[in-house]
């Protein structure tokens, strides 16, 4: 299996001070990958690449084997490039579920208007993200969670949901 995201001998510096150094790895379809470090190891700032808010000094990114040249954040997250931080910015007395619909909304393509008045696309927009939702529960082994307020949950489950949301 090809790899979703691949990150090519990527360097970035910061006034000549290295932050990355020829860092070259792949994610493929279905992983969830983690980047672990100390203090000053690049982490965030090859995050910021993949998010477009930084643009590397060398390298090349790819995702889904087409070159990804310093993507928009918006266009990175609709990609399904996304981060999560230490502190969980989530809705805590929203469900599981919800979070997850709340996270989706970055792909909806209905207007507010149509939404209220419970026009088609609207109607279709709502059924495709839940079952989407749906999907993320499974695949994260949250269905048990799934009606039950975020903020009730532990953290390493807020966590969870936090990269569901992604």
């Known amino acids: ?18 932050a ?10 279905g992983e969830i990958c983690a980047l672990i470090g100390p203090n000053g190891a690049g982490k965030s700032s090859l995050l910021n690449i993949l998010n477009g ?21 918006l266009t990175a997250a609709r990609l399904g490039i996304g ?4 502190n969980n910015a989530l809705f805590k007395k929203m469900s599981v579920l919800d979070n997850l619909l709340t996270g989706l909304s970055r792909f909806q393509r ?15 927009e709502a059924r495709a993200f839940t079952e989407r939702a749906e999907q993320v ?6 269905q048990a969670w799934r009606d039950v307020a975020v903020g009730s949950l532990p953290y390493g489950l807020q966590k969870r949901v936090g990269w569901a949301g992604r």
């Open 1 to 18: 299996m090809s790899a979703l995201l691949e990150v090519r001998n990527v360097s970035l510096s910061f006034k000549g001070v290295k």
């Open 20 to 29: 990355i150094s020829d860092l070259s790895f792949s994610v493929r379809r």
């Open 53 to 73: 808010v930084y643009r590397a000094d060398a390298g090349q990114l790819f995702f889904a084997e087409q070159p990804l040249r310093r993507p928009h954040p």
């Open 83 to 86: 981060r999560t931080f230490q």
């Open 110 to 124: 209905s207007f507010f208007l149509e939404q209220a008045l419970g026009l088609p696309r609207a109607r279709r």
């Open 137 to 142: 529960l499974e695949f994260l082994e949250l």
